[in-house]
């Protein structure tokens, strides 16, 4: 999340937005693709993007399950909010192809990273106050997932 943070922080400037870190770094470290998060909390942020008027935040917000079981991250922003159909969609194995740009995968992506994680995701909005996306991943990945490889965020692929 940090990384994508740098990532995006110049395309924010520009936008004359706000990327928040709050709390990021007292998260512990998981087990996990490094790649695969970088590019599934990068596709919330720059969805993200668009979204906020001139001078809004977004926020990504850490928090840490005291019995140890896993950490949270908020993504919230301060943007025109979602429309119900998606936010029903994100709960549901059906694609949510329904954007007139682009064609949506980028929230499919998202959801299977964090499912391979053995985490979820549930969203929150409301029309003209914003998005808060809220993901759990568990500190240990699912037996299943275990053998993810060891990957640089910054590499040029990522």
């Known amino acids: 999340a940090n990384e994508v943070i740098k990532t995006l ?3 924010s ?3 004359d937005l706000t990327i928040i870190n709050e709390n990021l770094e007292r998260l512990p470290p998981i087990q996990g693709d490094e790649r695969r998060l970088f590019i599934a909390f990068y596709n919330l942020v720059n969805n993200a993007i668009p979204e906020v008027p001139k001078g809004g935040t977004i926020t990504l917000k850490g928090t840490y399950d005291e019995s140890g079981a896993g950490l949270g991250i908020d993504v919230t ?3 025109r909010g979602m429309p119900a159909h998606i936010q029903e969609a994100l709960s549901t194995d059906k694609p ?3 954007k007139t740009k682009g064609i949506g ?3 499919e992506i998202v959801k299977g990273v ?3 994680h053995g985490g979820r995701i549930s969203v ?3 029309p003209g106050q914003g998005t808060t996306f809220r993901i759990f991943i568990p500190l240990q990945p699912p037996i299943s997932s275990q053998a993810f490889p060891r990957t640089n965020p910054r590499s040029p692929t990522a």
Do not use: V
């Open 124 to 126: 929150e909005s409301e």
């Open 105 to 107: 995968l980028g929230l």
């Open 114 to 116: 964090i499912k391979s």
């Open 96 to 98: 949510m192809g329904q």
């Open 13 to 15: 400037q520009e936008k």
């Open 77 to 79: 922003d301060t943007g």
């Open 9 to 11: 922080g110049l395309l």
